[in-house]
């Protein structure tokens, strides 16, 4: 018998802390490190219970292992359903050592104490993601006896002690051994939170894989998020930050994106980011998308990566500056160059010419970024928006309306390079800040006019950012015109056709401003908003 048997052989009174490790279970799916930690245990003293495939492993490495069966007096079955939850288990591992009648109880009934325990779970994330996969499959994957052993040592952590994450082995073998086999209590505290947060990230996972068969607004909303990046700071420098993915998700802002270069991005970068991205995906051909503080300043097409970043440049170079730009083709050493003109925060493209990195690394501060997502189709999570005490929650806004689905207007009728230009500003005006007036001629934008509490004056703004004669150019509306003052005046400055939803009780009087200006309009019948 080792000297942590002999240690650990009766529940002896202790204070808070003061608990000598002397015996461990471990029971992990997991197994990284697993046999290492085992090992480091064992010479310190300590003895080991173990379940399962962990102790079939650590038999396997000559480890000594005493089986869960042999502490409960109670056998594995169901092929392993059942196995740790015995009430011998649990009041080893819930007794408070220094109560008189715990400790009195655990005499009586032959407790031995449970001073550690390492447990992580059945890989459920995992299973229920796969491409596939049986729903008895995924129901198998929910653990029952891991999370039960997980919250009793985190509620006891003043004598008992989870451990989660391999990531932990290396931090406790090293406390317990220069500790004589303990932990402190600010050790137990922090692996106490860290495994309440494992098992609500996990039953958090369990619970959306049953709602979302059923529900899309489910009464009680659940959700984990994973920080991934500390942030210098917030929107502003004295404001504290950090990126979180929410766990499970298909896909985030950085997802399969690879940065090459630069400094740490910021807040307001990954909100840009956020925003170029979501427009970049209207596009298949070549385009570029140039954002700032969370509006297009520029967006095109082109027959190259170089002529897509010109023409979206084109579209208003002073607010370009600094901005954040992202394009769906490959950057080769020319559009490098050209990027290299003007001051840019981010830039984000399908892979880079190495002629192209090396030129663009000149400047230590640009952040690089390469996109290797190339998964189609990706379901995006519903959109949240914070507000005091609560959450906004909404499918978010990826409809595309077709040609065949809108409404001719006017009298005249559209030409079909109208409705080219029409289509390509219509796609872009539901990613910018209500409301929303986007110009466009020949797959460019030429003046955008955003985030106006009139739309009248988003149409003013519109043609005053425009750097091209808009005389020819199209216009698109994110919401219906109240009046026929802002069709009015783009209407003299040679706009030819409108795109809009239509829906205002004034639609008459704007038809007849459209007809007697010799234009078209279109109604698509459907608002896009973004607030």
Request: net charge negative; charged share 25%; proline share 4%.
């Amino acid at each position: 018998m080792s000297a942590g048997t002999n240690a650990a052989e009766s529940l002896q009174p202790s204070e808070p802390g003061e608990v000598q490790i002397g015996r461990a279970l471990l029971s992990v799916s997991d197994k990284a490190g697993i046999v290492e930690f085992a090992r480091g245990l064992a010479d310190l003293g300590i003895e080991i219970i173990s379940t399962g495939g962990t102790a079939a492993a650590l038999a396997d490495a000559g480890l000594t292992v005493r089986t869960i069966t042999d502490l409960t007096g109670f056998p594995e079955i169901m092929d392993g359903r059942v196995k740790t939850l015995h009430p011998k288990l649990y009041a080893g591992l819930l007794a408070v050592r220094n109560d008189e009648q715990h400790i009195e109880a655990a005499h009586e009934q032959e407790v031995e104490p449970v001073d550690l325990v390492c447990v992580n779970l059945y890989p459920f994330e995992r299973t229920a993601a796969t491409r596939g996969v049986s729903d008895a499959e995924v129901i198998e994957n929910i653990d029952i006896g891991g999370p039960t052993m997980i919250r009793a040592a985190a509620k006891n952590f003043a004598f008992a002690a989870p451990i989660t994450s391999p990531a932990s082995y290396d931090a406790i073998l090293d406390e317990l051994r220069s500790s004589e086999r303990r932990l402190s209590l600010q050790t137990r505290e922090s692996l106490a939170s860290e495994a309440f947060a494992y098992t609500a990230r996990y039953d958090t996972a369990i619970t959306r894989w049953f709602q979302e068969r059923n529900e899309d607004f489910p009464p009680l909303l659940l959700r984990a998020f994973e920080r991934q990046l500390e942030l210098p700071y917030g929107e502003n420098p004295h404001q504290r930050a950090a990126f979180y993915t929410q766990v499970g998700a298909r896909a985030h802002v950085l997802s399969q994106v690879a940065q090459l270069n630069g400094k740490q991005l910021s807040f307001n970068n990954l909100l840009d980011l956020d925003a170029a991205r979501q427009l970049l995906s209207e596009f298949v051909v070549p385009a570029c998308v140039i954002v700032k503080h969370n509006n297009p300043c520029g967006v095109a097409v082109g027959s190259t990566t170089l002529e897509a970043y010109q023409r979206a440049f084109a579209c208003d170079p002073l607010s370009a500056f600094g901005g954040v730009i992202v394009m769906n083709r490959r950057v080769d050493r020319l559009t490098a160059e050209a990027l290299l003109g003007q001051f840019v925060e981010v830039v984000l493209a399908r892979g880079y010419d190495d002629d192209a990195l090396e030129l663009l690394a000149t400047k230590p501060n640009l952040r690089v970024m390469d996109d290797r997502e190339r998964r189609l189709d990706i379901k995006l999570e519903q959109a949240f928006r914070q507000v005091i005490g609560g959450l906004l929650v909404q499918d978010r806004d990826t409809s595309n309306e077709e040609r065949d689905d809108m409404q001719v207007v006017s009298t005249r009728r559209p030409t079909e390079e109208e409705w080219s230009q029409m289509l390509f500003a219509w796609r872009i005006c539901k990613h910018v800040k209500s409301n929303a007036i986007v110009l466009a001629k020949d797959g460019a934008t030429i003046g955008l006019g955003a985030g106006q509490m009139s739309r009248v004056d988003s149409v003013r703004i519109a043609l005053e950012k425009s750097q091209t004669d808009p005389a020819g150019a199209v216009m698109a509306s994110d919401a219906f015109f109240p009046f026929a003052d802002g069709p009015e005046i783009a209407l003299d400055q040679g706009i030819t056709a409108i795109i809009q939803p239509g829906g205002s009780i004034r639609d008459p009087q704007i038809v007849e401003a459209v007809d007697n200006a010799g234009a078209a309009m279109v109604f698509t019948n459907r608002r896009h908003f973004r607030h």
